[in-house]
């Protein structure tokens, strides 16, 4: 016979104080029922006994409210009988009673009581030595786990139940909700005769705090304590066996690492609880845990093979578990519970289970996507069904802007396409266009595998074109001797129907052309061969226009003014969508920088954005963002260029280093511009590397420039800015507007006293700049030339300086200028000094750029304090609307002169209201006015 003892340590109850104890939460939130119970035990001690149920799901605390009624009990002076039930131990007749009342008692043993004789043992033998015992001294009787209890005992407490109104005698017992036992007759009957049901809830958020932080010690932050409320759901047991494993791993107590932690013991309840359970319960909750919460209630149960009715009553019996949540997805016991039943059903694989889903949803008309996220989960060789839905389903997630999850579906198709042949050619090809938005490389790579294994120019044109000209240009030698040998089978082919192919193949075959000082040449020669109205039907001819005119901008070959025109109108054609990035069009960024006309480029870069950020492509926000940061750069807006710089640089992109030319140039350009060791830094250690590439050899001169400079190395700085100019030389980049190399090192020839040095470099900076015609490259240059020069020629070019700038979109060369040239008239005593230091310190407020404010600033002998805060700055298409508005232009004009909708003149002009804190276009001019106008005003 198996002692009381033994069986209260065997069933699922947990001792209290044990590691897994939910009773170690305190009681929290647990007032009502103790209070109900506490009215129970008092009328006890009167005569009129009751019989309280404590039922609820798994682990919410019912173990604990019992103890606590056995403490508060012995308090008032109740006798207490306790006794713990083992679903195992269902089978040891009066089990249960002899723990009640001891080995020593009256109850029956199994071997003197058979089938049918337990309501009369009950009434001859139990029944009377229970009264006689409450006559002695009032009792409580406790019993954990009644859904376990023997056939005998369940009888003797219902019974007993029935007859505590008119005795001294309490009875509370716990039910686990879901438990099959729980539905057996004789537990049913106990339950609904109870005379009060406690059924305690989950824990708030303040208590799991209280627990948490009473576990763990008070530092813990808030963020763990927020995790740990909602891993838990307020489950006490939960969030002890959390907390336990927390302590015993030694984790720290973050939300991170909580993430890993998988209590073992709570492993071994939920074994026990669940092993009670139907295989149809098993089922359920094993295909619930391999499908995911993206599966729904009914896939699930077919998916399981359960009819209607298994299904149904499966889904109502985990719930009472509190094992599934409100969706009927695995609750916060999840990996505890998917581990426990893949105790029970260790014969079952999971990718048996994805199959069936997948074969479902796909018999039922379910779109591609949808059964794609099952088929990616088989190991077994996919159907020919299975690989076009993967391949369908790859599609629509890149339209989607989702390509990790595409390249996911593909890959997976590879497994099992054929080792050569058109269809794994194709599925490599499709595989490339998705990874070139995360993982350039592998996209040059698989790309280069697709190409080998087909045959027609058609097809491997097509493969190819799905590769970005800039990551061509740092492929391996043999796909760059590809790329040149399908552009010319593709010419000699002349078929109608390949013309725009051809075309796409011959900008990228001329992007590869821009760093050969021969091939650069031989571009602008294409571009004048285009005539002065190049076709702009197609997206292949804009691309083609966008990279010859990029040739003709650094060789200064064409004019600034023709040259932004042509890249003006291939704007206007095309439309402003993110997939820009992975052709050759980022080039007119450059372009219009060095045209010193942005034009609509802020704003066409800004509905790219808008576009990107429904979208996974960190090589488009990569590039979008450094596209951004140009345009700032080319009105001025120097501080926001540098952030949206800095940020391109932590992006990465997957190789952002390798960007085209003038990006690189105009970054390095920017950090000698402004002297921002952090952007220099950044770029820095981002690992560029000189190597072949001609753009990159001349960053790192650049930035070690830089650096030189910022020490005072002054020589040394120099020798870095004259090796990169002869390397641009070399390459034939003549164009002052994108790396004024000669200005800068001009500068640093004067400074070492070498005058005649630094007077043959400017004058040649000045005749190049009035070649190319842009107004900045102008007007910086006249304004290095008047800073070496004196003796009122000075003041006569930074004048005509000032006078050109006026025309630029570089505002703050404009405000350089008249720094410079309210200084010099300040020097000499001349009238004017204080209005161009005004103009200056006004102009310098406008782009925001701080260090050119408090240079202003400390000149006009204004205190710091009051110099206006910059406040939340526009972007430079908002800008470019306010300075329109302010002039007095309705928005039909606004529209057509920043080539934009009214719709999106309306947009900007709202959030530019909200940024500068004014009620409408009435108060805009004195908001945009430079300082010393609106102290006037």
């Keep these: 016979m198996t002692t009381g003892a033994t069986m209260q340590t065997t069933g699922t109850h947990l001792p209290t104080g044990s590691a897994l104890d939910p009773g170690r939460s305190r009681l929290l939130e647990r007032e009502h029922e103790l209070d109900a119970a506490d009215e129970a035990l008092a009328a006890t001690r009167s005569g009129a006994g009751s019989l309280l149920v404590i039922s609820g799901p798994l682990g919410i605390g019912k173990s604990e409210l019992l103890s606590a009624c056995a403490q508060r009990g012995r308090r008032i002076g109740l006798r207490v009988l306790r006794a713990s039930c083992a679903t195992q131990e269902r089978d040891f007749e009066f089990g249960v009673v002899r723990q009640l009342l001891g080995p020593a008692s009256t109850a029956p043993s199994p071997e003197t009581t058979g089938g049918g004789q337990h309501d009369l043992v009950v009434r001859r033998d139990v029944l009377p030595a229970i009264v006689g015992m409450s006559a002695e001294q009032p009792l409580l009787i406790l019993v954990d786990d009644l859904h376990g209890a023997d056939t005998a005992s369940a009888t003797c407490l219902g019974q007993l139940g029935g007859r505590v109104a008119g005795l001294p005698v309490t009875i509370a017992v716990t039910v686990l909700d879901g438990d099959p036992g729980s539905e057996r007759p004789l537990v049913r009957e106990i339950s609904d005769a109870a005379t009060r049901v406690l059924r305690p809830g989950r824990l708030s958020a303040a208590a799991v705090r209280t627990v948490v932080r009473g576990e763990l010690g008070e530092r813990v932050d808030e963020e763990f304590v927020t995790a740990c409320r909602d891993r838990s759901a307020g489950n006490p047991l939960l969030l002890m066996s959390m907390l336990s494993e927390v302590e015993v791993t030694g984790r720290s107590p973050s939300a991170t690492e909580l993430e890993a932690v998988r209590p073992s013991g709570l492993r071994e309840r939920l074994v026990a609880c669940l092993s009670a359970q139907p295989p149809a319960v098993h089922r359920l909750i094993r295909t619930t845990a391999v499908l995911g919460e993206s599966a729904d209630t009914e896939l699930v149960g077919r998916a399981a093979g359960l009819d209607e009715e298994q299904h149904v009553e499966a889904v109502r019996v985990v719930r009472r578990l509190g094992l599934l949540n409100s969706e009927s997805c695995l609750g916060p016991a999840g990996s505890a519970v998917r581990a426990a039943v893949e105790a029970l059903t260790a014969d079952e694989e999971p990718e048996e289970v994805h199959r069936r889903a997948a074969e479902l949803l796909h018999h039922q008309g379910h779109s591609a996507r949808e059964v794609a996220r099952y088929l990616v989960e088989m190991a077994a060789p996919a159907d020919d069904w299975a690989l076009r839905v993967l391949r369908d389903a790859a599609e629509a997630e890149l339209e989607l802007g989702a390509p990790e999850t595409a390249a996911s579906y593909l890959r997976r198709a590879l497994l099992d396409s054929s080792p050569g042949g058109e269809e ?279 930035l070690k420039a830089s650096v030189a400079t910022d020490r005072s190395e002054v020589g040394l700085a120099l020798q870095h800015i004259l090796d990169l100019g002869q390397q641009l030389d070399r390459w034939g980049m003549r164009n002052p507007a994108l790396c004024p190399w000669r200005g800068l090192a001009a500068e640093m020839h004067h400074r070492l006293g070498e005058v005649d040095e630094a007077h043959l470099l400017i004058e040649q900076e000045y005749e190049l700049a009035r070649n190319w015609g842009a107004p900045v490259a102008i007007g910086r240059a006249l304004r290095r030339y008047a800073a070496l020069s004196g003796g009122g020629e000075d003041i006569r070019l930074l004048r005509e300086a000032v006078s050109v700038l006026k025309e630029s979109a570089n505002r703050v060369e404009l405000a350089r200028a008249h720094l410079l040239l309210g200084r010099r008239l300040r020097g000499v005593g001349r009238p004017g000094a204080e209005k161009h230091l005004r103009e200056a310190r006004g102009i310098a407020i406008e782009c925001g750029v701080q260090r050119l404010i408090d240079r202003a600033t400390a000149e006009l002998g204004v205190p710091v304090s009051s110099a206006p805060a910059t406040g939340p700055l526009l972007t430079p298409s908002e800008h470019q609307v306010a300075m329109l508005a302010r002039s007095g232009r309705t928005n039909e004009e606004i529209a057509r002169e920043a080539r934009i909708t009214s719709r999106t003149v309306e947009k900007h002009l709202t959030k530019i209201y909200r940024k500068l804190g004014v009620g409408g276009r009435a108060e805009l001019a004195d908001a945009l006015a430079p300082p010393h106008d609106r102290n006037s005003s």
């Design 424 to 702: 794994r050619a194709e599925l490599l090809a499709e595989l490339a266009t998705a990874e070139r938005a995360f993982d350039p490389a592998a996209s040059v790579r698989h790309v280069s595998q697709a190409v080998s294994m087909l045959a027609s120019t058609e097809e491997r044109a097509a493969a190819l074109s799905r590769l970005s000209p800039m990551m061509l240009a740092i492929s391996p030698a043999p796909i760059i001797d590809v790329v040149r040998e399908v552009v010319r089978d593709c010419g000699a082919q002349q078929e109608p129907s390949s013309a725009d192919r051809l075309l796409r193949m011959e900008a990228r075959r001329r992007y590869l052309m821009i760093e050969d000082p021969k091939g650069i040449a031989d571009n602008v020669r294409r571009l004048r061969e285009l005539g002065p109205n190049p076709p702009l039907e197609s997206a292949a001819q804009r691309e083609l226009l966008s990279v010859l005119l990029y040739a003709a901008t650094v060789t200064s070959e064409v004019g600034a003014s023709e040259v932004a025109r042509l890249a003006h109108r291939v704007l206007e054609r095309e439309p402003a969508r993110t997939e820009h990035v992975h052709t050759g069009l980022p080039l007119l960024a450059n372009v219009l920088v060095g045209a010193d006309s942005p034009g609509i480029l802020p704003s066409w870069v800004d509905r790219a954005r808008e576009q990107q950020q429904r979208q996974e492509d960190v090589v488009a926000r990569t590039l979008l963002r450094t596209e951004e940061g140009l345009a700032l750069m080319s009105t001025g807006r120097l501080d926001e260029a540098l952030s949206a710089m800095r940020e391109a640089i932590d992006l990465g992109g997957s190789g952002w280093e390798h960007g085209n030319s003038g990006t690189l140039l105009t970054v390095a350009f920017l950090a000698l511009e402004t002297g921002d060791r952090d952007l220099t830094d950044r770029v820095l250690e981002r690992g560029v590397v000189p190597g072949n590439n001609v753009c990159v050899t001349a960053v790192v001169r650049s």
